[in-house]
């Protein structure tokens, strides 16, 4: 079955850093890509859609700039969080589709803490 | 606009019984509907999907029910383990060109041993 690898699974940054989340597809070529973000006992939260090669959707209320999304290939998409503040602790999810409105396959998400 | 609700935060069932999760849905234009399930620290795993074209589809242990009448989707859970505790969500990828999935709030499933 399809498989997106996630990377890492944690991380913890000082507040004022960088820091870049990886997201592959292992087995497919991923048309679009979806990153989400997740607080504790809530629901997954769309933060932007990626397509390879041209620059991310993101919805409502997500800054652009400090969420930048890359998505170079059809096989890897990357989000970094820019200059880290501590209300951006959360767990961030991604998921890759090969097929427009079918197929989802998502990461085991990203813990990331800043301190 | 576009939402996806779940009608129950929490449901507690006692292992061996069946567990029903019910998913409510605001878009009658909408044509496909997946079930997730998400444990503690990972991401959502597919369970089951369906399409409206269909009323009923059956997997190993779980049952998805389709009402388009009344836009209301069910999970039906078949002799619930300990290992089916976690949050499940229905997702819907919406009218939508784009193939955002849309996810509902989550009800999380407490098997009692």
């Known amino acids: 079955g399809a498989v997106v690898s996630q990377h890492p699974s944690r991380v913890i940054c000082k507040s004022g850093t960088s820091v870049k989340i990886e997201c592959r597809s292992l087995?497919?070529?991923?048309?679009?890509m979806f990153w989400y973000r997740q607080f504790p006992k809530q629901s997954l939260m769309l933060m932007a859609t990626?397509?390879?090669?041209?620059?991310?959707?993101?919805e409502q209320g997500v800054e652009k700039d400090k969420f930048l999304i890359n998505h170079a290939s059809l096989t890897l998409s990357t989000l970094t969080v820019t200059s880290a503040h501590p209300e951006d602790s959360s767990f961030y999810i991604c998921?890759?589709?090969?097929?427009?409105?079918?197929?989802?396959?998502f990461g085991s998400g990203t813990r990331l803490t800043v301190v | 606009g576009e939402s996806v609700g779940l009608h129950l935060p929490t449901l507690s069932v006692q292992e061996g019984d069946n567990s029903i999760i019910n998913c409510a849905y605001s878009?009658?234009?909408?044509?496909?509907f997946i079930w997730y399930k998400q444990e503690s620290g990972k991401g959502p795993q597919f369970i089951i999907d369906?399409?409206?074209?269909?009323d009923k589809r059956q997997g190993q242990r779980v049952t998805v029910l389709l009402n388009k009448t009344v836009k209301h989707l069910s999970l039906q859970i078949a002799a619930t383990q300990p290992g089916d505790s976690a949050v499940y969500f229905c997702?819907?990828?919406?009218?939508?060109?784009?193939?955002?999935?849309?996810f509902g709030q989550g009800t999380t499933l407490q098997v009692k041993p």
């Open positions: 998921s890759a589709s090969e097929f427009l409105g079918y197929g989802y396959t």
């Open positions: 087995d497919f070529q991923a048309t679009t």
């Open positions: 990626s397509n390879e090669g041209s620059k991310a959707t993101y």
């Open positions: 878009n009658s234009a909408s044509d496909y």
């Open positions: 369906i399409r409206s074209n269909m």
């Open positions: 997702a819907d990828p919406g009218s939508s060109n784009t193939g955002k999935l849309i």
